[in-house]
């Protein structure tokens, strides 16, 4: 009885403390908005305090490109150094898949060794997929393959995949070495978190200035940008992997006798790899994400393509290679994951003679090389021929034209509709509001939700844009990320929870989520260009398409995980299945549905460094213009802006579901 007397003698004191801190800093930020002529240092941050760090960073790598120098070497040779190590397996792999071995130059160009032939790399990756998995993920691989040469973007397609099938060993060697210094030393750990964290958050735009000064024009420098795009999750996912080694396996491999060497490369890596093979995963996605990206500084290929497509509004151009990116991002995704889940081969006696020993492997070689030899004999097998390619583009640009033709008034209404009354009150309100307030609410928020220690990460960072002069672009931000946000849970939250309590619907849904999450997000651009012109509603549009996916999934998980013991009490107590859901299931999957905002919160702020190319004022415009502009300091500063918001809503998000998951009892 005590017990429960003083807990109910706390809690409404706790809660009465916040409380009145919380409104006393809501009466602050009103006198601050009463006394404003007085105070206007509060409302715009002072001039002569703002940090020139734009021009410390730019100076920077100014004298790093042209006056550092080694003892035996200057920066400059050691960036070419590194060029060339990427550089010559990638042509290797671009003359094998894309164009040839060529000698000579223009007319006079010859070709020496043709290319691997469409039939036999098709007939490959379904041969990758039985062996993976079985005939339907090698029937899977094999149509994926085949739509790139039926509508017409085998060229292109091979000119990515080269990057990729070099990028990602780079990536995966990367991500393992530095994931094991991880492992290994807590202090390399402890540098190591927040580097990823900004590695993670800060757009990829912001990768694209300094790797365009240091390396140039060009495929390696968008290789040498995707590399250091895709290799964070492999890192993360190392460490995590090693750490749940069972103990016993140590001991094991201690007890006979390996050494610190013999144990990483013979027990632990051994033990963890199918955890590794996750990550080698995620490196292979991020590496198709950067697609698009790269190819504004070379990378060429379907990236290009659709780059282009999008500058002429050509929405069939674009969808195709859009769709060409997708399936291919499928077919390699099914087959890493394939690979993951692949169980090792059993011990026992070996077969004799290679051939039989490794019968894929061989059938894979016959493959290659008999398709290339019947290659010179029946040129349809070497080349798809144009013939016989097809094009959907003329559809897609006639449906978008159909809907501008008969529905324009009504999408011009609405969308004028949400502009005057919903979006433009609220930009004006945000960037109403005193900075000192705003920062004041996010350290307060940090205080209560994980201690002072959240609370002046969470304050620092709010801080930041001020201090670099960028608080009005970071509020604009703020109000588009937030009102996407809204928007992406009011129709992904329902559509989870429909999910979750239909089975059927439930596969549907995946089937839709998984193919929206592989589309690249340029994609997303064209036809809402098209249907609804350029500015911040169009911005607004596509990031909603491209960031709802987690506010499904993860509502559709949490209340699928909820324990059926739990739901069975329930059951035996009276609930009817609609009180279930709101009484039981979503206050237990909460956690997991605030986790599912949380990342539409990162694929939101992602997505709006993009929606830049269609006239948006934010802190994406800032990162685009520093890339035109080879400005390394205004790049980097915006983008570290644009993590530190990420940042802040991750930790605050991150805090209060794992305190929500111990008071459930889930953690």
């Known amino acids: 009885m005590s017990a429960a007397y003083s807990m109910t003698t706390q809690w409404p004191?706790?809660?009465?403390?916040?409380?009145?801190?919380?409104?006393?800093?809501?009466?602050?930020?009103?006198?601050?908005?009463?006394?404003?002529?007085?105070?206007?240092?509060?409302?715009?941050?002072?001039?002569?305090?703002?940090?020139?760090?734009?021009?410390?960073?730019?100076?920077?790598?100014?004298?790093?490109?042209?006056?550092?120098?080694f003892i035996l070497f200057t920066f400059k040779d050691f960036t070419r150094a590194v060029s060339w190590v990427i550089e010559q397996p990638y042509w290797l792999a671009r003359n094998l898949l894309a164009t040839g071995f060529v000698q000579g130059f223009g007319l006079e160009a010859e070709t020496v060794w043709p290319r691997l032939s469409w039939v036999g790399l098709t007939g490959l990756a379904v041969l990758m997929g039985v062996y993976a998995q079985g005939w339907r993920l090698g029937l899977l691989a094999g149509a994926c393959f085949t739509y790139l040469a039926v509508f017409g973007q085998w060229d292109s397609a091979m000119v990515t995949l080269s990057s990729i099938v070099i990028a990602v060993p780079f990536g995966v060697a990367g991500g393992l070495a530095l994931g094991v210094a991880g492992y290994r030393s807590r202090r390399v750990k402890k540098v190591l978190s927040p580097v990823l964290d900004l590695m993670?958050?800060?757009?990829?735009?912001?990768?694209l200035v300094p790797v365009l000064l240091l390396f140039g024009f060009g495929p390696v420098s968008a290789m040498i940008a995707t590399i250091i795009y895709?290799?964070?999750?492999?890192?993360?996912?190392?460490?995590?992997?090693?750490?749940?080694?069972?103990?016993?396996?140590?001991?094991?491999?201690?007890?006979?006798?390996?050494?610190?060497?013999?144990?990483?490369?013979?027990?632990?890596?051994?033990?963890?790899?199918?955890?590794?093979?996750?990550?080698?995963?995620?490196?292979?996605?991020?590496?198709?994400?950067m697609v698009i990206i790269a190819s504004m500084i070379g990378a060429g290929g379907l990236g290009f393509d659709v780059l282009t497509a999008l500058k002429r509004l050509k929405i069939g151009e674009g969808v195709e290679a859009g769709l060409a990116i997708t399936l291919l991002a499928i077919a390699l995704d099914r087959l890493s994951q394939a690979y993951a889940r692949r169980p090792p081969p059993a011990h026992g006696a070996r077969a004799e003679g290679f051939f039989r020993r490794y019968p894929y492997l061989t059938a894979g070689f016959g493959i290659i090389a008999g398709t290339w030899v019947l290659g010179y004999g029946f040129?349809?097998?070497?080349?798809?021929?144009?013939?016989?390619?097809?094009?959907?583009?003329?559809?897609?640009?006639?449906?978008?034209?159909?809907?501008?033709?008969?529905?324009?008034?009504?999408?011009?209404?609405?969308?004028?509709?949400?502009?005057?009354?919903?979006?433009?009150?609220?930009?004006?309100?945000?960037?109403s509001l005193p900075w000192v307030a705003v920062v004041g609410m996010a350290a307060l928020a940090g205080l209560r939700l994980g201690g002072w220690r959240l609370g002046l990460l969470t304050g620092a960072m709010a801080l930041f844009p001020a201090l670099v002069g960028l608080w009005p672009k970071a509020m604009v931000t703020v109000y588009l990320m937030g009102l996407s946000v809204v928007i992406a849970c009011l129709i992904g939250i329902p559509i989870g929870i429909?999910?979750?309590?239909?089975?059927?619907?439930?596969?549907?849904?995946?089937?839709?989520?998984?193919?929206?999450?592989?589309?690249?997000s340029f994609v997303y651009l064209m036809p809402v260009v098209m249907l609804f012109r350029v500015g911040d509603f169009a911005a607004m549009v596509a990031v909603v398409a491209y960031s709802v996916v987690p506010a499904i999934r993860y509502t559709d998980y949490g209340i699928r995980n909820v324990p059926a013991h739990v739901i069975e009490a329930a059951t035996q107590s009276g609930c009817t299945r609609r009180q279930i859901l709101w009484k039981v299931q979503m206050p237990l999957a909460l956690p997991e549905i605030m986790l599912g905002i949380n990342q539409t919160i990162m694929m939101a702020l992602s997505m709006l460094v993009i929606?830049?190319?269609?006239?948006?004022?934010?802190?994406?415009?800032?990162?685009?213009?520093?890339?035109?502009?080879?400005?390394?300091?205004?790049?980097?500063?915006?983008?570290?802006?644009?993590?530190?918001?990420?940042?802040?809503a991750d930790r605050l998000i991150g805090a209060w579901a794992n305190k929500r998951k111990k008071q459930l009892g889930l953690a």
């Open 611 to 648: 929606t830049a190319l269609v006239g948006t004022r934010e802190l994406g415009q800032e990162v685009y213009i520093a890339l035109t502009k080879a400005d390394t300091g205004q790049g980097i500063v915006a983008g570290i802006s644009v993590a530190f918001i990420a940042i802040i």
């Open 379 to 431: 040129e349809a097998i070497a080349i798809y021929p144009k013939d016989w390619q097809v094009t959907t583009g003329l559809f897609w640009d006639n449906i978008v034209r159909w809907i501008n033709i008969n529905y324009f008034d009504q999408l011009d209404g609405f969308k004028n509709a949400l502009l005057l009354n919903v979006m433009i009150p609220f930009k004006r309100f945000l960037l």
């Open 498 to 520: 429909a999910a979750a309590r239909n089975e059927r619907l439930h596969r549907i849904v995946q089937v839709c989520i998984d193919t929206l999450q592989t589309l690249p």
């Open 200 to 207: 993670q958050t800060v757009p990829v735009f912001a990768y």
């Open 230 to 289: 895709a290799m964070p999750p492999m890192v993360r996912i190392t460490m995590l992997a090693l750490s749940k080694v069972p103990a016993e396996v140590m001991e094991y491999g201690a007890m006979a006798g390996c050494t610190r060497r013999q144990l990483l490369w013979k027990v632990q890596l051994p033990s963890a790899m199918s955890s590794l093979m996750v990550g080698v995963n995620q490196v292979v996605m991020l590496s198709l994400n």
């Open 13 to 69: 004191a706790g809660l009465s403390r916040w409380a009145l801190i919380w409104g006393g800093l809501a009466l602050v930020t009103v006198g601050l908005f009463l006394l404003k002529d007085d105070v206007g240092w509060a409302f715009k941050y002072p001039r002569a305090l703002i940090w020139p760090l734009k021009f410390w960073i730019s100076d920077f790598m100014k004298w790093l490109i042209n006056d550092l120098n």
